[in-house]
């Protein structure tokens, strides 16, 4: 039963444009998001975190919003970089606990 | 330095055999985890310490046994492994999840992963 959902499993963007990776979940008890972000051969590397008392949460090139009703959230990287080619996981919580769980991912690729 | 450090890297055994991985950060957490990536990529969480007390065990059988001798360490030790074990186990670490309901998570931090092929 997978509650957390990434359906595009790779994306492809030119360096310099955005990047959107998308993420949807089935349990409306989850009230914290993350991103984490992976290399071959390395652990996840978290990236940023969004809690649903927000929409929107900004690092940097990266942006993550919440859309609670629709149950989707989204990770924009403006502008992309090749160093940014990675498979990137969409995680979900619920505050006090720690048992995340995880999307299939989505393979990012930037090219130069 | 390394933050969460798993050993072996690389474990490639026989079905039927007992094995371990072995886990450490140097972080200070109080939290860490075991996770599981299959076949299919999914990362699913296995089972979570808190100061040496597990608090998750999902439903994983009885032939993986977490041990954790100090706060700092959580072992996976797999008895009689089998075919389906294959895959790369993940061990991660966070400080304690908030309780507050305006705060957040702690993010984890993540091992670079066991890939246990079995034979």
């Known amino acids: 039963d997978q509650q957390v959902k990434q359906n595009s499993p790779s994306l492809s963007v030119q360096e310099g444009r955005i990047s959107i990776l998308n993420c949807d979940y089935t349990?409306?008890?989850?009230?914290?998001f993350l991103w984490y972000k992976k290399y071959p051969a390395e652990g996840p590397t978290f990236l940023i975190s969004?809690?649903?008392?927000?929409d929107k949460n900004e690092d940097g090139r990266f942006t993550v919003f919440l859309n609670k009703s629709a149950k989707h959230l989204s990770l924009h990287i403006v502008p992309s970089q090749p160093g940014d080619s990675a498979v990137y996981f969409c995680a979900a919580s619920v505050v006090g606990r720690n048992d995340m769980r995880f999307g299939a991912g989505t393979r990012l690729t930037v090219k130069p | 330095d390394t933050a969460v450090s798993q050993t072996p890297k690389y474990l490639v055994t026989q079905m039927g055999n007992d094995k371990s991985i072995k886990c450490e950060q140097n972080?200070?957490?109080?939290?860490m985890y075991w996770y599981k990536q299959d076949s299919k990529k999914f990362l699913k969480i296995m089972f979570s310490y808190n100061n040496k007390e597990l608090i998750i065990n999902e439903t994983v059988p009885n032939r993986f046994s977490p041990k954790s001798p100090d706060k700092a360490h959580l072992n996976l030790h797999i008895n009689s492994l089998e075919l389906g074990d294959s895959a790369v186990y993940f061990c991660?670490?966070?400080?304690?999840?908030?309780?507050?309901?305006?705060?957040?998570?702690?993010?984890?931090?993540f091992g670079d992963g066991t890939r246990l092929s079995i034979l």
């Open positions: 972080l200070g957490h109080d939290t």
């Open positions: 969004i809690s649903s008392i927000k």
């Open positions: 991660a670490s966070s400080q304690a999840p908030w309780t507050g309901a305006l705060g957040g998570n702690q993010p984890q931090h």
């Open positions: 349990n409306s008890m989850f009230d914290y």
